[in-house]
């Protein structure tokens, strides 16, 4: 009779088990070297018609897919552009490196895009490097917690002169991008289910991923509404991040209307949640 084994190291075996890229009987042989039980047998029985090896290879096939499934719906619009072929490749590529280490799937693909940009065999690395930080980009501001933005009444209630000393802060649900590739016109172009999506060509974009009501949103951005963006996002006082936009070299330097238009659409966006820099009693959300 085999010896009782601890749950504990039954489920660490179990786990080993399982997500071992090889067959049954060499995941059983590694995970015997760490582990007991070092038998199959000596833990599972066969069914009526199934031997143990083959039981348990059930879960172990169907470990890949549930990684691949979890991961096509994080990255869709990468899955498109590589094909299901190589996006299982990359898939189980990726999991050998980055394992799931947590009872949920939702962050798996968290180093997917550093994974993309240094994998070398794939095609167009630059362009799925960008497409998948969009896409990351997007889960994480869908899982983030939903803070309300900051209210036109709180907005209207600061005196003019002193606009220039505070500081905006921005929704948690909230994340910059700089790409290199028109990812953003890809990914719409996948959703509306277009017969020709862009190409993966050079072409730099600038863009804003939040959520609002419950749904995720992009807004492209000039090379300086990025910036400036960017600036007031990291906590600059907003008369600082203004005068370093305007002198900021390069085209498209804002005038006093453009930067209006500017701060009106993210506030009307809900990008920001609050005032740093006002007494409590003006700063109400």
Same mark, same amino acid.
């Given at each position: 009779m085999a010896p009782e084994v601890p749950l504990d190291r039954l489920q660490r075996w179990m786990q080993k088990v399982v997500v071992h890229p090889g067959r049954v009987g060499e995941a059983v042989a590694a995970a015997a070297r760490s582990l007991r039980p070092a038998r199959l047998d000596d833990v599972i029985l066969p069914s009526r018609t199934l031997t143990a090896a083959q039981r348990l290879s059930i879960y172990q096939n169907m470990y890949p897919?549930?990684?691949?499934? &979890?991961l096509e719906a994080d990255y869709p619009a990468l899955k498109r552009f590589l094909g299901d072929e190589a996006f299982g490749r990359l898939v189980r590529?990726?999991?050998a490196a980055f394992p %799931?280490? %947590?009872?949920?799937?939702? #962050?798996?693909?968290d180093q997917l895009p550093e994974f993309v940009r240094t994998? &070398?065999?794939?095609?167009?690395r630059g362009f799925c490097h960008d497409l998948a930080r969009l896409e990351l980009a997007m889960t994480e501001v869908y899982d983030e917690v939903e803070t309300p933005p900051l209210s036109p009444e709180a907005v209207a209630a600061v005196p003019p002169?002193?606009? &220039?000393?505070l500081r905006l802060r921005p929704i948690a649900a909230l994340r910059l =991008?700089?790409? #290199?590739?028109?990812?953003? &016109?890809?990914?719409? %172009?996948?959703? #509306? #289910?277009?017969a020709r999506p862009p190409r993966p060509r050079r072409?730099?974009?600038? =863009?804003?991923?939040?959520?609002?009501?419950?749904?995720?949103r992009r807004l492209e951005l000039s090379r300086p509404a990025y910036g400036l963006l960017s600036d007031v996002a990291a906590g600059q006082p907003l008369g600082e991040a203004v005068t370093a936009a305007v002198r900021r070299k390069g085209r498209g330097a804002p005038g006093e209307a453009q930067l209006y238009r500017w701060f009106r659409q993210w506030m009307g966006s809900g990008l920001f949640m609050g005032l740093e820099g006002l007494e409590p009693s003006a700063n109400r959300l």
């Open positions: 897919l549930r990684m691949e499934d &979890a590529d990726y999991v %799931s280490r %947590s009872y949920t799937l939702n #962050r798996l693909g994998t &070398a065999a794939l095609r167009h002169e002193r606009w &220039a000393t =991008l700089a790409v #290199r590739h028109p990812v953003n &016109a890809y990914f719409d %172009s996948i959703r #509306r #289910r277009r072409e730099a974009g600038w =863009l804003v991923v939040f959520r609002r009501d419950y749904g995720v």
